[in-house]
Nanobody, 115 residues
């Protein structure tokens, strides 16, 4: 059973920065890809950023230039750094790992951007 555990959420002022972390119980490079999703109240869950096993990254349009997805392959941790945060970034952020046809999810971490 794969376990994913997010951390790093909290209350941030507009224009501020944060870094989310996702610890995995499996070697991070064993996954086909890993992603960060978010879900705001009343909205569907949306992909924020993803990274393939080979290191190819992609970003949702609204976070391009403000977000960076990275990983520590020694510690098996996935990161999402975001800056210039906006109230629209407020959501629960979820770590996702894809292994073949199986998706694994963390419990999520709340990010609130407010003054």
């Amino acid at each position: 059973q794969v376990q994913l555990e997010e951390s790093g959420g909290g209350l941030v002022q507009p224009g501020g920065s944060l870094r989310l972390a996702c610890s995995t119980s499996r070697r991070i490079l064993s996954f086909n890809r890993m992603n960060w999703y978010r879900q705001a109240p009343g909205n569907e869950r949306e992909l924020v950023a993803g990274i393939s096993a080979s290191g190819f990254t992609k970003y949702e349009d609204s976070v391009k230039g403000r977000a960076a997805i990275t990983r520590d392959t020694n510690e098996n941790v996935l990161f999402l750094a975001m800056n210039n945060l906006k109230p629209d970034d407020t959501a629960v952020y979820y770590c996702n790992a894809v292994w073949g046809t199986v998706d694994y999810w963390g419990q999520g971490t709340q990010v609130t951007v407010s003054s």
